[in-house]
């Protein structure tokens, strides 16, 4: 049988499949803190789980160059005398060659977001996070030049010059964040994107780069010059119905334009398309903004056509950071409503991209500091005990799809592989009783639980006829009964210390799925019929 093309008697209620592709843009990358936290046992373990059991393929995190990295240090003169110019540095790679080597060692891969800067690089220091980030332009660009060349040169002497064409090179993170992420301006975080893409060119025109890694997609001109405009936002968050503004990406058309105009490389466009956004009223309050449920499909939708119709045809699309909302302590991702969220906005918008990385997939995470309790809002799909959240399963099961898409429904998928042709399908239940929202953002898990009473339930029927009889396949369903951890503890009573005797009952919750086999019959036909509760994610894979 060829692996372009499904068996002449396969049908799927009673029709033959069109055979396309489907990209599985939800394990491409995966998204993690900073550089630093790698070097714990618990996040090489989850990371290991992430490849392993959700396939993914490289991930990206912040602070390569952060102090605790130790890669470029100068001798400390004592300040005495007239000033001179920066001294000589010393590059050391031990922690990031650590780091690295235990990504590589599971077969996945670094998408390396080159940033921030050291201390002595900083023109200005401690601009972001608790491990506070220098987020600022270098004081020399040709050390800046440096710092990269000597660091992508290791790299490819460690691991080989056709490992490292397969990395991507992401020139910083949401330098339109200012003051946190860039205290600079749009045209010198241009400038630093120019310089350091033709840096890498020079050293093998293989290497892939791309930027500008913007956050967020807009309704108002808050970042329409050169740095961010607050008083723009107040619109924005007073607005009755968000949806409709006209909600546009972030510093793309300039990027596109400054590259194109200055023959400036771009391998990929990178941005972050989370479909909650916090705008600040007139009052001075910052307000969460919640989009409807398509706005990530509809965002993407945007960026291919700039792709497609811009200077940079073949560029590839990136989504280096994309969740239900940019908090890490929002109450929601530790639900199984976003479990429900995450499935069928990917399965929605595969076609789209070439990778939408989810942040993230551990709880290890400290941008804000560590978590406290052990579900606290945190991106991971897994929590600081390695405890499977919904969100996990949620991922598993997409991971277990095939890469030819045999039929696609609001209702989920049926799909099969490629080099045998197993069949597997994801269905879901995003209740009607939500319309076209999103589902938000929460401060604490007890105000996400009025979700759960919205419905109805929803019945999923289908018939594939041509399967070999006897085949067995394994049903799973994730829902309010199966697997919903976060419930479990809140009827604990939401410990923040979690004893051992507590971890490993919810560890058993967390994975106690509804599983079940089906056989087809002699006839040879499955007959699929699934009665699902409201957030439902179900996973149908052909087992052998």
């Known amino acids: 049988m060829s692996s372009d093309a499904a068996p002449a008697t396969l049908l799927i209620d009673g029709r033959a499949p069109v055979e396309t592709e489907l990209r599985h843009v939800w394990n491409a990358c995966v998204g993690a803190g900073r550089a630093n936290e790698a070097l714990r046992a618990d996040w090489q373990a989850h990371f290991r789980e992430a490849v392993d059991v959700l396939g993914a393929r490289f991930v990206r995190f912040h602070g390569v160059f952060h102090d605790d990295m130790f890669v470029y240090r100068v001798a400390d003169g004592g ?7 920066l001294p000589e540095p010393v590059y050391t790679f031990a922690y990031v060659d650590k780091v690295f080597d235990a990504v590589l060692a599971t077969g996945a891969r670094p998408f390396v977001e080159l940033g921030f800067l050291p201390r002595e690089l900083a023109t200005q220091t401690e601009t972001v996070f608790w491990w506070k980030a220098h987020g600022s332009p270098p004081q020399d660009m040709w050390r800046w030049v440096e710092l990269v060349t000597t660091t992508v040169r290791h790299w490819i002497e460690r691991y080989g010059l056709d490992e490292v064409r397969e990395w991507r090179f992401e ?5 339109n964040l200012v003051p946190h992420f860039w205290t600079g301006t749009r045209t010198q975080y241009f400038e630093l994107y120019e310089a350091t893409a033709r840096a890498l060119k020079d050293i093998d025109a293989g290497l892939r780069v791309g930027g500008p890694s913007t956050s967020v997609f807009v309704p108002d001109a808050r970042y329409a010059g050169e740095t961010q405009d607050r008083s723009a936002e107040v619109a924005t968050a007073e607005a009755t119905d968000p949806d409709a503004l006209d909600w546009q990406p972030v510093w793309i058309h300039e990027f596109v334009d400054w590259c194109a ?3 400036v490389p771009v391998d990929f466009l990178s941005t972050h398309l989370y479909p909650t956004d916090y705008a600040f009223g007139a009052d001075g309050e910052g307000r969460p903004i919640q989009r409807h449920v398509d ?13 497609d119709e811009g200077p940079f045809p073949d560029a590839e699309l990136h989504i280096s950071e994309w969740s239900s909302s940019p908090s890490s302590r929002d109450r929601m991702h530790d639900t199984l409503f976003a ?10 918008g595969a076609a789209l991209a070439d990778s939408i990385s989810y942040w993230t997939f551990t709880d290890v995470f400290e941008e804000g500091g560590g978590g406290i309790g052990p579900f606290h809002g945190g991106f991971g799909l897994v929590n600081e005990q390695g405890i499977h959240k919904p969100t996990f399963h949620a991922m598993a099961m997409l991971a277990r799809l095939g890469d030819r898409l045999l039929l696609s429904t609001p209702d989920g998928v049926i799909t099969r592989r490629g080099r045998d042709g197993a069949l597997a399908a994801v269905f879901l239940n995003y209740p009607d009783d939500m319309g076209t929202r999103s589902i938000g953002s929460r401060i604490t898990y007890d105000a996400t639980r009025a979700l759960k009473d919205l419905g109805p339930r929803r019945t999923v029927q289908h018939t594939v006829e041509g ?3 006897g085949t067995r396949l394994t049903l799973e369903v994730l829902d309010w009964e199966h697997g919903n951890v976060a419930e479990a503890w809140h ?3 939401e410990p923040l ?4 005797l507590e971890t490993e009952r919810l560890r058993g919750v967390a994975d106690a799925l509804h599983r079940e086999t089906l056989v087809v019959p002699d006839t040879g036909v499955l007959e699929i019929l699934l009665d699902l509760p409201p957030w439902a994610v179900a996973s149908l894979v052909q087992e052998g």
């Not at 300040?79 to 110019?85: A, D, S």
């Not at 020139?171 to 330098?175: L, S």
């Not at 479990?339 to 929605?348: C, E, H, N, P, V």
């Not at 210390?497 to 051992?500: A, D, F, G, I, V």
């Open 79 to 85: 300040g005495f005398g007239p000033p001179t110019p």
């Open 171 to 175: 020139v910083w993170n949401e330098p």
């Open 497 to 500: 210390n979690l004893t051992p």
């Open 467 to 469: 399967l070999a009889p």
């Open 261 to 263: 105009t200055r023959d």
């Open 295 to 307: 706005a990530t499909y509809d965002d993407l939708v945007v960026m291919r056509a700039i792709i």
């Open 491 to 493: 009827h604990l009573g």
């Open 339 to 348: 479990a429900t969220y995450i499935t069928r906005a990917f399965l929605k």
